[in-house]
């Protein structure tokens, strides 16, 4: 009976073990940066933006799965999906997901202080599988005051021109307080036109357009906005985005994202999050011949170029 009781303590004992293990292998390597006004934290993951703070006020999507696992993954190098999931290069045919893959490899931290840290992803042997290009990507976060800046980097260590796109997936919880409700948000633009949003067709864009604004440079996020998916503006003619609460007319963020020749505004149907997408890049067209080189919004990057973009987000 004693020998029972042992082997029962043993088993407990590593029982436990094996599960605390399993929760911290579970958690993801993040890293924290923060000034007198902000804390934002980043996962090695990706190099995904996974929180940003203003004193206790979460401004991040906390990637509830009842709704979307993310928080704001970075597209590369691809933008949205590709039709029948392929592409063509060189007379090969490839296949990449949505969005491409970078947000699903670990970044390493090749700099950091307190109120800034840049990331770097390389090819490996399974990204090549997807696509044949070295490359070198680097994403910069910077805290200057109440605004985050983020910064991309592409570099063309091949001794040809690669193809890429780029984009920027930010998914920020709205509404931002309890007792508010999403309708009651509306998204403010820094040009008072009143432009309309092109239409997909099985995921893929047609020449068809929507109006979906309410006034010009103002869209009411209502519970049915995203009932139809993604809006897409093509050509992007806006360079900042603002959170406005209506019954207040309070500003509670801004996005900033000049030179973006596309955007993207998403959530899940009637959740809880609003994404502000700025692209340089789109999903293909309906009726692409899938050759990556002709692909809408790709950048051709000649041999030991460099490519840099960046966007911010500012708490009002």
């Known amino acids: 009976m004693k020998n029972n009781y042992s082997v029962c303590f043993v088993y407990s004992i590593l029982l436990i073990i094996s599960l605390a293990t399993t929760r911290v292998n579970a958690q993801q390597t993040s890293y ?3 000034n007198e006004k902000l804390t934002a934290t980043i996962l090695a993951k990706g190099a995904e933006l996974a929180s940003l703070k203003s004193d ?7 990637a509830d799965p009842n709704y979307w696992n993310r928080h704001a993954p970075i597209l590369f190098p691809i933008v949205g999906p590709l039709k029948d999931k392929e592409y063509i290069l060189n007379g090969k045919t490839y296949s990449m997901p949505q969005h491409g893959f970078a947000r699903d490899y670990d970044f390493k931290v090749i700099k950091k202080s307190p109120n800034a840290i840049t990331f770097e992803q390389q090819a490996n042997t399974e990204t090549k599988k997807m696509y044949p290009f070295d490359y070198v990507l680097q994403i910069k976060y910077t805290l200057k005051g109440n605004t985050l800046q983020v910064n ?3 570099k063309n260590p091949n001794s040809d021109t690669m193809y890429f796109s780029l984009g920027a997936h930010p998914a920020f919880n709205c509404p931002f307080e309890p007792g508010q409700n999403r309708h009651d948000y509306d998204l403010v633009f820094d040009k008072k036109i009143k432009t309309k949003t092109k239409n997909k067709n099985d995921g893929l864009y047609i020449d068809d357009y929507s109006e979906v604004m309410n006034a010009p440079g103002e ?5 049915t906005l995203f009932d139809e998916g993604s809006l897409t503006f093509n050509p992007n003619p806006f360079s900042t985005a603002t959170f406005v609460y209506k019954p207040t007319n309070k500003k509670y963020l801004k996005v900033t994202f000049r030179n973006y020749p596309y955007l993207g505004i998403w959530s899940a149907g009637n959740s809880p999050f609003v994404c502000v997408e700025p692209w340089h890049g789109i999903s293909d067209n309906y009726d692409h011949n899938k050759k990556l080189e002709q692909k809408e919004g790709i950048i051709p990057l000649k041999a030991s170029r460099v490519f840099q973009c960046n966007f911010s987000i500012q708490i009002l």
């Open 219 to 223: 869209i009411n996020i209502s519970d």
């Open 56 to 62: 206790s006020l979460e401004y991040i999507w906390q």
């Open 32 to 34: 924290t940066i923060s």
């Open 152 to 154: 991309y980097t592409v």
